[in-house]
Structure formats: structure tokens, C-alpha cells
């Protein structure tokens, strides 16, 4: 059984598919967000201590149960246990689960990639009314990047009780995203051992022509010293170290199977350990970095915006009051403001509502992440930039590479408990049972392309998977240790690697890691509870334009 089992064709391929799947794009829309929201710089604090008691260790437990069982996650935890099959099963769902709408970013990727190549952008103005006499009144209201994302791209309904109909040219796009999947991993380790050489490797290009590019950039200094200046009096903030841990977690994709299902390809003696190492540093490293690529071009966008709302206000004041050219700068705005609505009170108090209060501060302060920040506020910077098209190329094409080295890892833990089955690969070879996989979540997935859909993904982003992946690694951890036994897993390692296991990986996984576990688990089901009914942010066309560094146009909704 363990000869015909496929095998990587070197360790590097491992590794580089590991890489594929840990560094998605978690690390470029989550982690700028939390260090925005959690201290700058000294957010590294908290989030370096998770990676060493919970990430690092984690990570290699499941590597450690892939190549010693060599097996699925099903097979793999029915080996330790046949009471434990449950556990197996529970990733393949969660995979599933996670499939099922994880691809259609990737679609949405391939929508403005495609759209990348248009000049000028088309999300870089506003649309011409009905009667092309002014501009669209709904783009007017918010801006040309939320529009596009918004109504041209999702063509979003009020709420998610209006389901709509399909738009037909996202659900093309889903089509071809999971048309690309299912060529990637179609002759399984032959096919997806080199396609990751792509996919770990090409968005780390992408990165370091943006951040050349965005060092260059005006105001890219602001972004900069907004994201490393240390906030210490955040790390007395629990909820900081609640997300450097949960960040540590989902970022390296625990629980989902799809490290267990990698490592079962390995050769025994495979020193899994170092790659655990490896692994896991680089992903920390690649969230560093792409958060400095994020702010440079935020402090650009930022810097961007506060400028030309300055120049709006200044020239207000010149217009209004008959003022000479050159007479009112960003310097000496404050002292032109104080003397004319002390001098002129009447007509200053007519034109204060359209005078806004411009800071770089409160752009800088405008917390986004996940699609926000990747649909909308990265079009924002781009469209600013010279030679706008090829950065939104590279753009889309990296943020493509990254989706797809993740699903990669989604799907193999699906297919490689599927495929290890003796009863399903008698029946199917497994092009057919990849296929069959890609075809139900590729047809269930057409649900986000609803009018509605973009309310659904919301949904599943948030609610689908965090406590299911908790439960799953803490029953992970505590069945190694404590019903196989954590001497007897010691001495297989041993057996497997010739390496003896350090003290450090011990403690970490039979008590520190479970209990940092449990108390993320009783964190989160206590804020589920306390929250009540599901509730979910709904697109309001309505609304009247935000002031600057405002998010406009949104409304709650309760799913009750």
C-alpha cells in the first residue's frame, strides 16, 4: 500500500505546496488590517508569541500525523482511533464547506483582471447617467471603485431576503476558476506538485514589484510610519492577542486536512519538522511584508485623498469669496477659514456644509480588510497610478495565484480521503471523482453569484468554519497525546525521521496549545452568543454621500 501510494517527486515540491497554501490571501487583506486596528508595530509582539506556542507546533502535529499515517485525514485519525473517523470526516466538510465559496473570489479576480485591460479603467470614473446630461446618481453618491465593485461587479440587491437572478458573467468566471482547479490538480501530486512552483512563487514577484513601486509613491512614507509606530497600550487589549492567535491559525489553514493530506505523499523519513520550521516562518515573513506593500500604497491612497479634499476646500474658498490664485494653501487654510467666518459670517455659514473637514489622520484610520480592501480600496490606489493597467494586471494576477494555491490545499483534502477509499476508487478513477468534486461545488457555489450572493459569502466568511476548526485541532492535539499517546507518537517519529523530539514540541502540544485552544473556542462561542441573531452588513444605495475617511452606504441586517 505504501509503494503504490503517489509520492512527491522531491521535498522541494512539498514545501513549495505547503507555501501555496498557507500564504493566501489572508495575509494580503487580514493581517495590514489587524495591525491597523491593533497597535502598528507593536502588534508583532503578540502575533510572534502565537506562532511560537500555537502556530509552529500545530502545524507540525499535522504534518507529523500525515506522513506517519500516510493517509488522508479520515484514514489518518481512524488509524489513531476508529472512534476518532468523526474527526476526519469533520475536514472533509469543513473543505468542503470552505470550497464551496472560497472560489469565487478567484472568480471575482478573473472579472477585473479581464477588466484590467480596458483604458481607461472602468472603475477609474463614473458611468454617464441614462440621459447623458451627468453622472450615474448612485456612483455620485459613493465612488467610482465602490460602483464598479458594487453594482457592476455584484449588481448587489438590497438584502439577502432578494435573492435576485445569476449574473451570468461572474457565474462564467466561477465556470473558468474551477475549470483552472480541476486542470491543477487532475493527475493529483503529478499535476499539482508543479503547478505550486507558480503559485508559491509568482505573488512573492508580484509583492516586490509592488512595494518598489509603492516606495515610491507619494505619501507611501505616511502609510509606513502609521503601520510601525507601536501602539503599546494595545497589548493590554485582550482581543489583540485573540487575533494574533486566530490570525496564526487560519493563516497557516489548520484543521481543514489539507496539511495532513500533503504530508501523506511524503517519503517517511522526510524531515517534517524543519519544513513545519520553514513553513511557518515564511508565512509570518510574507503577512510582514505584504503588509508594508499594503501601506505604502494606502499611505498613497490616503495621502491622495486628503490632498484633493484640501484642494476642494481651497478652492471653495476662492470661488466663494472672490479670493486671489495662490492666496489660500494647505498651510495657511486654517488661519483663511477662522478670519472669513469671523469676517463674513453670513456667507461662511452658507457654504460650511461643503466644507469638510480634511485629515490624514482620520484616511489613515479607515480600517478595511477582505474585500474592501481588495476590490476597493487597492482600485483606488491603482487608478491613481501611472500606467494604471499594467499595475492592476499584476495586481489581479497575484491575488488569482494566491486563491488558487489555496484551493489547491482545500480540494486535496477532500479528494485524498476520497481517493485512499478502496470502495470509491474501485468505482471512479480519480479525474472522475476530481471532476465530480469541482462540478457539485462549482454548482452550489452559483449561489454567490446571485444578486444576493455577496450577503451569503459575508455569511460563510464569518460564521462557517471558526468554531468547527477549533473543536477539530484541539481534538486533534488532545488524540495524539492523550489516546495514542505521546510517547508512542514520539517513537515513531523517531523511527521515521532518526531525530529525537524536543521537550519544547511536547509541552507545546499536550498543554499549551490545547489550553490557548480552548480559550479561543470559549472566546468565540460566548461573542456568537452574546451577538444573537447573525447580522450582516446590506449595500444602501440610498444613503447620502460619507464624509471623508466614512464608510458610506451600508445598513445592518439581522438574519431573524
Known amino acids: 500500500m505504501e509503494k503504490a501510494r503517489p509520492l512527491w517527486s522531491n521535498p522541494l515540491q512539498f514545501v513549495f505546496a505547503c507555501i501555496s497554501y498557507a500564504v493566501g490571501l489572508g495575509n494580503v487583506w487580514r493581517f495590514p488590517y489587524l495591525c491597523q486596528m491593533y497597535g502598528g508595530g507593536s502588534f508583532l509582539v503578540p502575533y510572534v508569541i502565537m506562532l511560537l506556542v500555537e502556530g509552529m507546533p500545530l502545524l507540525y502535529l499535522e504534518l507529523a500525523v500525515g506522513q506517519r499515517m500516510r493517509q488522508g485525514s479520515i484514514g489518518a485519525w481512524r488509524t489513531i482511533s476508529p472512534y476518532l473517523s468523526g474527526v476526519g470526516v469533520a475536514s472533509v466538510v469543513v473543505s468542503f464547506f470552505l470550497s464551496m465559496y472560497y472560489n469565487v473570489i478567484n472568480a471575482w479576480s478573473f472579472w477585473y483582471l479581464f477588466h484590467s485591460f480596458q483604458d481607461p479603467l472602468p472603475w477609474s470614473v463614473c458611468p454617464l447617467n441614462a440621459n447623458r446630461t451627468g453622472y450615474d446618481e448612485e456612483c455620485e453618491k459613493a465612488s467610482s471603485t465602490q460602483y464598479f465593485w458594487y453594482r457592476k461587479t455584484l449588481n448587489i440587491s438590497p438584502s439577502i431576503q432578494e435573492s435576485g437572478g445569476v449574473q451570468w458573467e461572474p457565474a462564467l468566471c466561477l465556470l473558468l476558476a474551477w475549470l483552472l482547479v480541476y486542470l491543477c490538480i487532475l493527475r493529483g501530486t503529478e499535476s499539482t506538485g508543479k503547478v505550486v512552483y507558480f503559485t508559491a512563487s509568482l505573488p512573492y514577484c508580484v509583492l516586490i514589484i509592488y512595494l518598489v513601486r509603492g516606495l515610491t509613491l507619494h505619501g507611501a512614507t505616511n502609510g509606513l510610519k502609521y503601520m510601525f509606530t507601536p501602539k503599546i497600550e494595545q497589548l493590554a487589549n485582550p482581543r489583540t492577542w485573540i487575533n494574533a492567535a486566530t490570525q496564526i491559525f487560519f493563516s497557516l489553514g489548520l484543521g481543514f486536512g489539507s496539511l495532513i493530506a500533503f504530508a501523506s505523499y511524503n517519503e517517511p523519513s522526510n524531515n517534517c519538522q524543519k519544513h513545519a520550521i520553514i513553513v511557518s516562518l515564511i508565512n ?42 495662490g492666496s489660500v494653501t ?26 469638510h473637514n480634511c485629515s490624514l489622520e482620520s484616511e489613515l484610520n479607515t480600517a478595511v480588510q477582505g474585500t474592501g480592501l481588495a476590490f476597493i480600496v487597492y482600485t483606488e490606489a491603482i487608478k491613481n497610478m501611472e500606467v494604471s493597467q499594467l499595475w492592476s494586471v499584476l495586481y489581479f494576477f497575484m491575488l488569482l495565484m494566491l486563491g488558487v494555491g489555496s484551493m489547491l490545499g482545500n480540494t486535496a483534502a477532500i479528494l485524498t480521503p476520497l481517493t485512499d477509499s478502496k470502495f470509491i476508487s474501485s468505482l471512479l478513477p480519480r479525474e472522475a471523482i476530481s471532476g465530480l468534486v469541482c462540478l457539485i461545488n462549482c454548482a452550489i457555489g452559483m449561489v454567490f453569484t446571485l444578486e444576493s450572493g455577496n450577503y451569503w459569502f459575508d455569511i460563510f466568511n464569518d460564521y462557517g468554519a471558526t468554531l468547527s476548526l477549533l473543536l477539530i485541532v484541539l481534538v486533534e492535539a488532545i488524540s495524539v497525546c492523550y489516546v495514542y499517546g505521546l510517547r508512542r507518537f514520539e517513537r515513531d517519529l523517531q523511527a521515521m525521521t532518526g531525530r529525537a523530539l524536543s521537550w519544547y514540541w511536547k509541552i507545546m502540544w499536550a498543554v499549551v496549545s490545547p489550553l490557548l485552544i480552548i480559550s479561543l473556542f470559549l472566546f468565540y462561542l460566548s461573542d456568537y452568543i452574546l451577538a444573537g441573531t447573525l447580522r450582516y452588513q446590506a449595500w444602501d444605495a440610498t444613503q447620502v454621500p460619507a464624509l471623508p475617511g466614512q464608510a458610506p452606504h451600508f445598513r445592518k441586517h439581522s438574519l431573524g
Open 284 to 325: 509570518s515573513s510574507t503577512s510582514i511584508f505584504a503588509s508594508i506593500v499594503t501601506f505604502s500604497i494606502y499611505g498613497f491612497k490616503a495621502t491622495f485623498n486628503y490632498e484633493s479634499c484640501l484642494q476642494k476646500v481651497i478652492l471653495l474658498l476662492i470661488n466663494s469669496f472672490d479670493l486671489e490664485d
Open 330 to 355: 494647505a498651510d495657511n487654510l486654517e488661519q483663511v477659514k477662522s478670519y472669513l467666518a469671523s469676517t463674513y459670517p453670513s456667507e461662511y455659514s452658507a457654504i460650511a456644509p461643503q466644507i
